[in-house]
T-cell receptor
């Protein structure tokens, strides 16, 4: 049973549009929620992360929205660009458990020019 | 260039053979991790090491073993490969177990026939 469920599995968006990826988690002890970006043939790299004490974090065109009561968080990519085409993974970790990451299944995003 | 190197880049292996995937980092990070990436399942933790000389089991440890003789190297061994171990394997590191960000290597694509 996946502790972090991610949707959709794939997403096609036009250049300039908004990409939205959603994740839901079960473990209420999770206290760190990062998003990783992975380009083909490369390893994942940290994109943006949030702690549960804030409801939103924005870095450039990337925004995480966090809903603690619903145990859900999402990534919004504003003004999507072809260079954003990649696979995105949400993840969660718990400090008391050594910060080991539990990943969602991934979303492949394709931004069409 | 500082970072994580993995070898080999890809490998085709006959079932029943023994294989060691190599991982080396030059960032002097204490914590290291091995993940496998499968479509739709995201990245799943196989084994981890919080510091040289210690290792721990992750979510999917069966059929794999690791060692951590020094800070820089964290090899992953498949004692007797099976087709279900066909996957892309990523090594990652973080400064210590309290650090939230993990840095990933480029991966090893393994096919077990």
């Amino acid at each position: 049973q996946q502790q972090v469920k991610q949707s959709p599995q794939s997403l096609i968006v036009q250049k300039g549009g908004i990409s939205i990826i959603n994740c839901a988690y079960e473990n209420t002890a999770f206290d760190y929620f990062p998003w990783y970006q992975q380009f083909p043939g490369k390893g994942p790299a940290l994109l943006i992360a949030i702690r549960p004490d804030v409801s939103e974090k924005k870095e450039g065109r990337f925004t995480i929205s966090f809903n603690k009561s619903a145990k859900q968080f999402s990534l919004h990519i504003m003004d999507s660009q072809p260079g954003d085409s990649a696979t995105y993974f949400c993840a969660a970790s718990e400090e008391a458990a050594g910060n080991k990451l539990t990943f969602g299944g991934g979303t492949r995003v394709l931004v069409k020019p | 260039i500082a970072g994580i190197t993995q070898a080999p880049t890809s490998q085709i292996l006959a079932a029943g053979r023994r294989m060691t995937l190599r991982c080396t980092q030059d960032m002097r990070h204490n914590a290291m991790y091995w993940y496998r990436q499968d479509l739709g399942l995201g990245l799943r933790l196989i084994h981890y090491s919080n510091t040289a000389g210690t290792t721990g089991k992750g979510e999917v440890p069966d059929g794999y073993s690791v060692s951590r003789a020094n800070t820089d190297d964290f090899p992953l061994t498949l004692a007797s490969a099976v087709p279900s171990q066909t996957s892309v394997y990523f090594c990652a590191s973080s400064p210590d177990r309290a650090s939230y960000e993990q840095y990933f290597g480029p991966g090893t694509r393994l096919t077990v026939t």
